[in-house]
């Protein structure tokens, strides 16, 4: 993509092969997802597996505030 581009080259040096490192992470976030989809995809996406019980459905829930100081 950047060949024979010194100032790339010099960032990578620096910095590291960002795009190259975010690539690796969202392939292998990609599969950490499908390996959790499986069961829901094997069983037609519509029950949970015999002897599982339904996931209650979900509902409206307020976020916590994060820490540290809060205007008001």
Same mark, same amino acid.
């Given at each position: 993509?950047?060949? !024979?581009? /010194?100032?790339?080259? =010099?960032?990578? &040096? %620096? +910095?590291? !092969?960002? /795009?190259?490192?975010? =690539?690796?992470? &969202? %392939? +292998?976030?990609?599969?950490?997802?499908?390996?959790?989809?499986?069961?829901?995809?094997?069983?037609?996406?519509?029950?949970?597996?015999?002897?599982?019980?339904?996931?209650?459905?979900?509902?409206?829930?307020?976020?916590?505030?994060?820490?540290?100081?809060?205007s008001r």
């Open positions: 993509m950047f060949q !024979d581009s /010194p100032i790339y080259d =010099r960032l990578i &040096a %620096e +910095r590291g !092969d960002i /795009p190259t490192q975010v =690539r690796r992470e &969202a %392939e +292998r976030v990609s599969r950490e997802v499908e390996f959790a989809m499986q069961p829901l995809l094997q069983s037609g996406g519509h029950a949970p597996p015999p002897g599982r019980p339904a996931p209650p459905a979900p509902t409206w829930q307020r976020s916590a505030l994060p820490p540290g100081p809060q």
